[in-house]
């Protein structure tokens, strides 16, 4: 079936370090990939996505490469912020049938220190 | 344009009791879907309400039922419940298409239930 596998954390970096979140995943047919962020006693919030094989998605200076041959979707910040301590889930949504539902990976913790 | 909401934010009740949560979709959307998260786990779906009916489910006992109304708004219904219900329960709404799948889900944010 469907699958997605994050790298553990916690992660901890210093304020400016460079940020990456390792994903991989399992899937038939051609998933569409997802992070999303989820800041403490809140929901989840769509960070950045891609649709297709090579898409980079981006936002808010975080970016992840849709790559196909190696079945992974790493996040990666090149500065990060003592505002991005959140948890961060990597997760697919496959096409056609699936109802459009989301499969996520258990979440790395990111703290960021000042 | 109002966001996913959901209601109550917290919720506390015993083995075997029955409980209804509530959510609210973004304006615009026909599609809800819930999820459950335990503590320190990424969220599981559940099942997914398209136009009034259900339209996949995920590996979850027939004691989570749920419900769309006309406005598109839903709720989710768990009986005899049991310990390991503790969670926190998201609600996602989108633009749906169906067996099509759908558009990017926006997330509510959640209620978290405690089963003592």
């Known amino acids: 079936g469907n699958s997605v596998t994050q790298m553990e954390g916690p992660v901890t970096l210093s304020e400016e370090a460079f940020l990456t979140i390792n994903c991989t995943y399992t899937a038939t047919g051609y998933p569409s990939l997802f992070w999303y962020v989820q800041y403490p006693g809140e929901g989840l919030q769509l960070l950045l996505k891609a649709t297709k094989a090579d898409d980079k998605g981006s936002n808010k200076g975080f970016e992840a490469t849709y790559r196909k041959e190696t079945t992974s979707f790493h996040l990666e910040k090149g500065s990060v912020q003592v505002s991005d301590s959140a948890v961060y889930f990597c997760a697919l949504s496959a096409n056609l049938n699936q109802g459009g539902k989301l499969i996520f990976g258990q979440g790395t913790e990111l703290s960021v220190k000042p | 344009e109002t966001g996913v909401t959901q209601s109550p934010t917290h919720l506390i009740k015993t083995r075997g009791q029955q409980v209804t949560l509530r959510c609210s979709s973004q304006s615009g959307h026909n599609t809800v879907s819930w999820y459950q998260q335990a503590l320190g786990q990424g969220p599981q779906f559940i099942f997914q309400?398209?136009?009034?009916?259900?339209?996949g489910r995920g590996n979850f006992p027939p004691r989570f039922s749920g419900l769309q109304f006309p406005n598109y708004s839903s709720e989710l219904n768990v009986n005899a419940l049991e310990l390991d219900d503790s969670a926190l329960y998201l609600c996602?709404?989108?633009?749906?298409?169906?067996?099509?799948?759908?558009?990017?889900?926006?997330f509510g944010p959640g209620t978290r239930l405690t089963v003592t």
């Open positions: 309400y398209y136009r009034e009916e259900e339209n």
């Open positions: 996602a709404s989108s633009t749906g298409l169906g067996g099509r799948g759908s558009y990017e889900q926006y």
